[in-house]
């Protein structure tokens, strides 16, 4: 962007141009590629056109020698008569290939529309050989009739390439009904000749028929489709050769072609020959196609070539006027500027605003030619009113030199005032600290012994909660003791129930001792067992009585144990109650230490706002210093700038003197 700026008016409106020309030449150059694509694309459709003209006789003729070569070879009666026929037909054939020969000379440099024949033309040289053998019957008829046919479909060959290679709708069409016609004919000219080959046998029967007819059916087929690619006059024509009065007869012939003894009735030359006659009205047709499509190539040809002129030269027409317009516009352009560059250059080095632009049209260039002439116009009332303002400003500026001198001297004094304050305030700030010091640690003191009696405080609360859970747990264990003493009853009466069952139990072995002996032998084992629980019992009673001594003892131990618990208890609560009070002391004392610590707090909170104060006073002071004597400065300094620009104003007067306005 930076080299574009720098380039001169004329080079920018080039580079604002040429993307232009560059697209319309380039449009140019494809619209005339496009038209001059088209044209050769006709011209080569022309020569092709021409080509087949010359190529479709060469076919009918072969077609022709084809038929005569089979009737020849299977002739066995009148062999002058057929040898003469097939003479004939040579000669003809070579008329018209001479014709051939003379026609492709003008197509010799055309390489790209003989290259499609080359293989047509080899077989062509080798037509000599072939009649050779066919005179001398040296040759089979079916091989004469194959490399005929070959010969004749490589001719037709060049049809179809010539209809693959149009892209113009109408011929297109016409070269299908051509090439369908052409297929037509030369399915007619097989029929021809194995019609001949057929009545020259004579045997007349329906197999040696049967190629004949499905000749005829593929004659129907492609005849069928020559109406689909006609126009409404062509089709016309094509009706009418369907139904002239010779191709009527050569129906007649086929009918009765395949009744066997009409068939013997017609001679293999009358059959040939109405063949001959029914494939030329066909030829007629096809011929009358080639010329339409000759003609039309023709005119799409030079309809292709006048497209190609007249585009070339409206273009032509275009880009010389966009060029004209180009030079015209670039001319005015950079006259206008330059124009422009001139005035403003005198201006400035004559230093003379009264030069008047001049406006040479109404676009932007004039528009800015206007602007800068309103724009001399307003530097030159600037300048005059600049050099009116530079004697006011003068003026005012010695005014302001002797004010501000007057006021250094007022902030010089004041300066020396501000500096007594401040060392009086610095002084008091130094009072107010040892002040603040002295208060500061009887607060100290007063917080330490807040402290020592918050800690006997506690002290105090612990015991009285530890002589509270000794009262807990005493009263806890003479509750133990009287549930303990209460569990030992239980047990003696359960200890009772023990006895009196044992006793029970002795009662009951003796019953038993005094049933066994009644028993006499037979109890004995009984007497034993009520021995063995008379001792049982017995022991069990010994036991309780043992059991229920220990428990009795116990139960003894248990109320003096409960006793010495109760007493206990008793003295717990009274140290409890004198614990209670104890605390009670040590929080009035408490409440009186809270008391002086927090008035010395104040105290000291008070003498540290009074020292912070004295501390802010005294920056305050020393801030007024600083700014007396930055105040001071600025106005020594405001008189050096009065001074100085008092000076400039002066120089810009001078200064403005040098424009020319009127």
């Known amino acids: 962007m930076k080299f574009i700026q720098n380039l001169s008016m004329r080079h920018k409106l080039l580079i604002l141009i040429l993307p232009a020309m560059l697209v319309l030449l380039m449009l140019f150059v494809e619209r005339t590629h496009g038209y001059l694509g088209q044209y050769q694309a006709m011209q ?3 020569q092709q056109a021409a080509l087949l003209q010359l190529l479709d006789p060469v076919v009918t003729e072969l077609q022709k020698e084809r038929g005569r070569s089979a009737v020849f070879l299977s002739s066995r009666q009148a062999p002058a008569e057929a040898t003469a026929a097939l003479q004939a037909q040579y000669q003809s054939s070579d008329r018209v290939l001479s014709g051939w020969q003379q026609g492709l000379t003008q197509w010799l440099q055309n390489n790209e529309a003989l290259s499609a024949l080359t293989d047509f033309q080899q077989q062509l040289q080798k037509l000599s050989q072939v009649r050779n053998q066919v005179l001398a019957h040296a040759i089979s008829g079916a091989e004469a009739l194959r490399i005929y046919t070959d010969l004749v479909h490589q001719g037709m060959a060049f049809t179809g390439r010539t209809l693959r290679s149009v892209q113009e709708p109408d011929i297109q069409r016409r070269m299908s009904a051509y090439a369908a016609i052409s297929n037509l004919t030369e399915v007619a000219g097989l029929e021809r000749a194995r019609g001949a080959a057929y009545l020259r046998m004579g045997t007349f029967e329906r197999a040696d028929l049967l190629p004949v007819t499905r000749l005829q059916g593929q004659q129907e087929s492609l005849q069928a489709q020559v109406p689909l690619f006609l126009y409404e006059q062509e089709m016309t024509d094509w009706n009418s050769a369907l139904n002239s009065a010779d191709n009527r007869q050569f129906e007649g012939f086929r009918q009765r072609l395949n009744d066997p003894q009409a068939a013997a009735a017609i001679t293999p030359a009358q059959w040939f020959q109405q063949a001959t006659v029914r494939i030329s009205v066909l030829n007629n047709s096809k011929e009358q196609l080639v010329q339409i499509i000759a003609a039309d190539a023709v005119q799409l040809q030079q309809a292709a070539a006048t497209d190609l002129w007249t585009e070339t030269a409206l273009m032509a ?31 400035m080095q004559e230093k003379d605003l009264s030069v008047r632009v001049p406006v040479s049209s109404l676009d932007e260039i004039g528009e800015v030619a206007a602007a800068v002439q309103e724009l001399f116009l307003a530097f030159s009332r600037a300048l005059d009113q600049l050099d009116n303002a ?50 500061q640690r009887v607060a100290d003191a007063a917080v330490s012994v807040r402290s020592k009696s918050e800690a006997g405080e506690e002290t105090v609360k612990q015991s009285v909660n530890q002589v509270q859970r000794l009262a807990g747990s005493v009263q806890g264990v003479d509750q133990l003791m009287q549930d303990l003493q209460h569990r030992s009853d239980s047990m003696i009466e359960v200890i009772d129930v023990i006895r009196n069952v044992a006793d029970q139990t002795n009662l009951l072995a003796l019953n038993a001792a005094i049933e066994a002996a009644r028993a006499g032998e037979h109890g004995r084992g009984f007497a034993v067992v009520a021995d063995e629980v008379r001792t049982l019992a017995q022991q069990t009673h010994s036991s309780t009585q043992k059991i229920q001594e220990i428990i009795e003892s116990f139960t003894e131990l248990a109320a003096t144990a409960t006793h010495s618990i109760e007493s206990s208890h008793k003295i717990a609560d009274e140290a409890l109650l004198q614990s209670k009070e104890l605390e009670r002391t040590f929080d009035d004392i408490l409440n009186d230490v809270k008391g002086i610590s927090d008035m010395a707090s104040e105290i000291a909170t008070a003498s540290e706002e009074q020292v912070a104060v004295s501390r802010e006073v005294a920056r305050s002071m020393e801030m007024i210093r600083d700014d007396s004597a930055q105040t001071y400065q600025g106005a020594m300094e405001i008189r050096s700038v009065t001074q100085n620009q008092s000076a400039l104003a002066t120089e810009l007067k001078d200064l403005a003197g040098e424009f020319k306005t009127h």
């Open 44 to 46: 080569h459709l022309q």
């Open 390 to 439: 530079s004697l006011q400003l003068a003026a005012a500026m010695e005014e302001s030199a002797m004010t501000a001198g007057k006021n250094a001297l007022q902030l010089e004094h004041q300066q020396q005032q501000v500096e007594q304050v401040a060392t009086a305030t610095e002084e008091m700030s130094a009072t107010s600290e040892q002040i603040s010091q002295h208060t």
């Open 317 to 347: 027409l275009v880009v010389l006027l966009v060029v004209v317009m180009s030079v015209v516009i670039s001319a005015q352009v950079n006259g206008q500027v330059g124009g422009l560059l001139k005035v403003i250059r005198t201006s």
